[in-house]
């Protein structure tokens, strides 16, 4: 059963083990989080395989690696979506991007290469919100600052190649008004001061504007913020690709949204990227050692690659006679996320993490060097070719007539 408001985001709070929200994730003492303990202090769901067969079988392509390696982990009525989907309604996509730094590092493409893939398996629309204000709010950055980032960031959106007869992107800075700002009104009345302090941990030395922003978070996940795209579809459902930092802010909006007429919006939650010191939480924009970004050369990734935390031994003696690590080692979970052969993946797998194996740490920081390598370059080009008019085009307030096609 789906706990309710109020929340404590800090996970076994009286010894600290850990806490997520959207503004931090941390681990006591660098270790690593525990998604077992988060799902069930949250009241979030595992994703079982019978879901992700589910998935295969509905839309008839081989589900994405995120899902069949368990990145997408957890998630809040993904099955009344694939419901839904099966009885032949019709549903929209919604995730966001927080424009706090001018470049990306792979975590931050995660969730868009994933809503790619539900974009075009489920053939139906999408939302991005470029949240300008809040990076405002909680960072040292003007407003025309935030502006910036937020475009420079919807051409790396654009990259990852979305259809813009199915998508839209928006900046809360341009889009906030009319039908938008009536459903922020409506959640804002529904929660409480102390139930926005239980949830995401607010207190007295906090300023207004962060006790107004999750209001705006909330908006897009209700199809009447965009009559433009959706006139006449109240009911339509809402499904939520994220990281799970953020479902503090939906499972506010879930609390809210029968008692404003609307369909609960639904969550498929992926796990943390980590850092490429540990796994301790997540990477960080604030440190540029601690990601791969889209804009490092083949040689930043090099290096940052040899220098990962290695479940590795550095004998090779005691490699073959015990085998690596791979719960600890960095770049063999690089490798799980962005290898696209699964055949080659276990045969890593095997041959590095087994007693006797013929492959060492050298040999698969080579292989997962090559594999970003190849991503970042590839995403650097489409980046290149996004031009102001494509920038536009996405983000243009028009109706997409061919978005459930």
Known sequence: ME???PYDNRIDSESSEQVVNPWEVSAKD?????????????GCKRLEESLIDRVERLTGRQPHKFLRRGVFFAHRDFNEILDAYESGERFYLYTGRGPSSEALHLGHLIPFMFTKYLQEAFKV????QLTDDEKFMWKNLTVEESERLARENARDIIACGFDVTKTFIFSDFDHVGGAFYKNMVKVSKCVTLNKAKGIFGFSGEDHIGKLSFPAVQ?????PSSFPHLFPGMDKLRCLIPCAIDQDPYFRMTRDVAPRLGYSKPALIESSFFPALQGENGKMSASDPNSAIYVTDTAKDIKNKINKAKSGGHQFSVDQRELGADLEKDIPFKYLSVF???????ELVRKEYGEKKGSMDSGNVKKRVTEVLTEIVERHRRARAAVTDEMVEAFMAVRPLPSMFE
């Open 30 to 42: 660098g270790g690593k989080i525990d998604y077992d303990k988060l799902i069930d202090k949250f």
């Open 3 to 5: 706990q309710s408001l």
């Open 339 to 345: 290898l696209e052969n699964d055949s080659e993946l």
């Open 125 to 128: 629309p999408l939302v991005i």
């Open 218 to 222: 909330a908006a897009p996940s209700f």
